[in-house]
């Protein structure tokens, strides 16, 4: 790669200077300005009045975001490493439902076409791009993904058995056709929504029933500490990282303006 396409791609992929801090924040305006477009779009009493000028600039918008997907292509060490990206995806299937409103003219696919470029608001997804936090978010997720889908096993392990004594119990004349009908009930139990569509009826039914519903008050707190948990780890390992330590004591993470351990007083040199 050379220099001034080195110098590019860093101005594209990083935004630790001025120049790559200028190029995320018009792409934030950008992405902004074409989830509000396609938000606006949607009323149709403000779409009869301005849907000339949204579609102009859906097309601007997209023009821009093709030139910028393509520019991430040509950027990249790896050009599929980029397009089967996740931020690869979301970048193309950000631009593709407008081309396909442009060339796809059989009348009776023009309805689907049109539901495919609601996928324009997944130019959202790409502001998490631009956020620093994100990027710790993200690790921090990853970390406790093992703890998380255990978690999901479990949960789905007791919707399975609720559902299937439910249909047990209540049977199809209480609305619980089948095992399938006795998992969505649960879900919709444990995760303390109620709809109502379905309930039990019997005494039995209705025991399990506010057994599931306390059950559930307890399960939503679970993933919220997992993820809290791992987020406090990767904060104090990156406070480890940015701070000194003490040679006496050898507390870490001790603050580089200290001139004092904040554990046992020696004076930090």
Same mark, same amino acid.
């Given at each position: 790669?050379?220099? /001034? ?126 956020? /620093? ?137």
């Amino acid at each position: 790669m050379d220099l /001034s396409k080195e110098r590019l791609a860093h101005i594209v992929f990083e935004s630790n200077d001025r120049a790559g801090k200028t190029f995320d924040i018009v792409l934030l305006i950008m992405i902004l300005g074409s989830i509000l477009v396609a938000i606006l779009d949607s009323v149709a009493s403000i779409r009869a009045q301005y849907g000339d000028i949204f579609l102009v600039l859906e097309w601007l918008f997209t023009i821009l975001f093709t030139i910028e997907f393509f520019l991430r292509v040509w950027l990249s060490r790896k050009a599929s490493g980029y397009i089967f990206s996740f931020y690869g995806m979301v970048d193309l299937l950000a631009i593709l439902p407008t081309y396909l409103s442009f060339f796809v003219m059989n009348s009776q696919l023009l309805t689907v076409v049109r539901a495919l470029r609601l996928l324009r608001v997944v130019r959202i997804l790409k502001l998490g791009r631009y956020v /620093s936090e994100a990027e710790f978010l993200k690790r921090s997720l990853r970390s406790s993904s093992h703890k998380i889908l255990l978690f999901i096993g479990f949960i789905l392990t007791i919707v399975l058995i609720m559902g299937t004594l439910m249909f047990i119990i209540e049977g199809p004349e209480n609305g619980f056709y089948n095992i399938p009908v006795g998992m969505y009930w649960a879900i919709v139990t444990l995760t303390t929504v109620g709809f109502g569509d379905i309930t039990p009826s019997t005494p039995l039914g209705q025991f399990f029933s506010s057994v599931i519903m306390l059950l559930g008050y307890a399960i939503i707190a679970v993933p919220t500490g997992i993820v809290s948990s791992e987020m406090a780890a990767q904060r104090s390992r990156q406070d480890e990282q940015r701070g000194i330590t003490c040679h006496t004591c050898g507390k870490k993470g001790l603050d580089p303006s200290d001139s004092y351990c904040r554990a046992c007083g020696e004076l930090l040199s």
